[in-house]
């Protein structure tokens, strides 16, 4: 079988590094994108030993830079059989009123539009070969809204609408599209919205979370399916989760 090439955006940490390490487990060649460059580069180490890597260090709200970074891909890395839109992240909890345009910026720019960017630069490879997989990583903040979640909701409720979106279009050209989404996931999503703030420390504590490597063997078995099956949409939680606000805690 040929080796499979994926293209994972935010794969610095959470959710993206740990699909990278399973997808290298199972031999996928990998490039690896986000920001924070000494974190690709020990990635890129780690799991060289086990499959080959290419690194991309671009800021997905940069539409040339992710075009370009796309475009510089070397001929060995060239050819995307699996893209991975995972980058994002919640910045702030606020209720509506008193929400910050820069995170309202950040978020719409990033989890929304950066998906597009990235896609835009991928997408005419698949059709043109007429094959294709690409996961867009939502939330299961994209299937309901919860207090204070106003603006992440509505990013993720958009990831879900151009995965749908994207999952019509390009039906006649047999690339498969799918939407991961999981509830509440240890990563450092929690350290981000809150800024670094103490508010963080409590959002994980007193149940067990999903962490980064449960999504990412769900995403390696949606990669791995038959040629006929398509994993359109799952949603994900812990078992101490049942909807956004629910959450059985033993403290
Ligand atoms: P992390 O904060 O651990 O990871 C976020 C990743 O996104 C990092 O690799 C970061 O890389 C990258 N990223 C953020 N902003 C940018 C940017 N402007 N340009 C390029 N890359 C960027 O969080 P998670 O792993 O939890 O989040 C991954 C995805 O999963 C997100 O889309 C999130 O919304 C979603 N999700 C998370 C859940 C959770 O509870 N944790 C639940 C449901 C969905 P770098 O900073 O190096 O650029
Ligand atoms: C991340 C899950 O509930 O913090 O998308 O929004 S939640």
Same mark, same amino acid.
């Given at each position: 079988?040929?080796?499979?090439?994926?293209?994972?955006?935010?794969?610095?940490?959470?959710?993206?590094?740990?699909?990278?390490?399973?997808?290298?487990? #199972?031999?996928?060649?990998?490039?690896? @994108?986000?920001r924070?460059?000494?974190?690709?580069?020990?990635?890129?180490?780690?799991?060289?030993?086990?499959? +080959? !890597?290419?690194?991309?260090?671009?800021d997905v709200r940069n539409?040339?830079?992710?075009? +370009?970074?796309?475009?510089?891909?070397?001929?060995?890395?060239?050819?995307?059989?699996?893209?991975?839109?995972?980058?994002g992240n919640a910045h702030g909890l606020d209720p509506i009123q008193d929400g910050s345009l820069d995170d309202w910026d950040a978020m719409m720019d990033i989890n929304v539009k950066g998906?597009?960017?990235?896609?835009?630069?991928?997408?005419?490879?698949?059709?043109?070969?007429?094959?294709? #997989?690409?996961?867009?990583?939502?939330?299961?903040?994209?299937?309901? !809204?919860?207090?204070k979640g106003n603006v992440y @909701?509505g990013s993720? #409720?958009?990831?879900?609408?151009?995965?749908?979106?994207?999952?019509?279009?390009?039906?006649?050209?047999?690339? %498969? !599209?799918?939407?991961?989404?999981?509830?509440?996931?240890?990563?450092?999503?929690?350290k981000v919205r809150f800024k670094g703030g103490?508010?963080? +420390?409590?959002?994980?504590?007193?149940?067990?979370?999903?962490?980064?490597?449960?999504?990412?063997?769900?995403? #390696?078995?949606?990669?791995?399916?038959?040629?006929?099956?398509?994993?359109?949409? !799952?949603?994900?939680? @812990?078992?101490?989760?049942?909807?956004?606000?629910?959450?059985? %805690?033993?403290?």
């Amino acid at each position: 079988m040929m080796t499979k090439t994926a293209f994972i955006t935010g794969a610095t940490s959470g959710i993206g590094e740990a699909t990278a390490y399973e997808f290298a487990k #199972h031999g996928i060649k990998l490039v690896l @994108c986000g920001r924070r460059l000494h974190r690709l580069k020990t990635i890129q180490d780690a799991l060289s030993r086990l499959t +080959d !890597v290419h690194i991309l260090n671009f800021d997905v709200r940069n539409r040339q830079a992710t075009l +370009d970074a796309i475009t510089s891909l070397p001929k060995d890395f060239s050819k995307i059989d699996i893209l991975i839109n995972n980058a994002g992240n919640a910045h702030g909890l606020d209720p509506i009123q008193d929400g910050s345009l820069d995170d309202w910026d950040a978020m719409m720019d990033i989890n929304v539009k950066g998906l597009l960017y990235v896609s835009k630069g991928i997408i005419p490879q698949m059709t043109e070969r007429k094959s294709g #997989h690409i996961i867009n990583i939502g939330s299961s903040a994209g299937k309901e !809204v919860y207090p204070k979640g106003n603006v992440y @909701c509505g990013s993720k #409720h958009a990831v879900l609408a151009i995965t749908e979106g994207m999952r019509v279009d390009l039906n006649p050209f047999g690339i %498969k !599209v799918s939407a991961i989404n999981p509830g509440l996931v240890e990563t450092e999503f929690s350290k981000v919205r809150f800024k670094g703030g103490k508010e963080a +420390d409590g959002v994980y504590t007193g149940f067990k979370a999903l962490q980064a490597k449960d999504v990412a063997e769900v995403i #390696h078995f949606a990669v791995t399916r038959p040629a006929h099956v398509n994993i359109a949409d !799952v949603l994900m939680f @812990c078992t101490a989760q049942a909807n956004s606000v629910t959450v059985k %805690k033993t403290v």
